[in-house]
């Protein structure tokens, strides 16, 4: 009986703790992590393939002489013309997200990967 109710109690304690945590991070789209993608004929070199769930903000850049673009999780960034760089900012739970370039048939070319976000 008393056990039960200590169990009970050790329960509704872990509650309390959880909810305090996620209380004292109203938003886990307050911290931004910056990833560098670097866009190339035609694979995508990224400074980290992991992040924690929030705001990822690609930094990209084009050093290769054709242009091309970043798709994840519906988002997509502007064409990235060579020798210029773009900036495209998602919120993304945690998963698995596959990226892609949509210029022409790059993503088959081997500009594609997966992001995991934890
Ligand atoms: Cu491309």
Redesign the pocket.
Known sequence: MYSKLLAGGVIAAAALVLAGASGARPQSTAVTTVVRVK?KD?VFVLSRKTVPHGRVEFVITNPSP?A??LAIAGHKSKLVQPGKSRTLTVTLKRGHYPYR?T?DS?AKLG?KGVLVVT
């Open positions: 866009a035609f054709v091309h673009d370039c210029v790059h500009m």
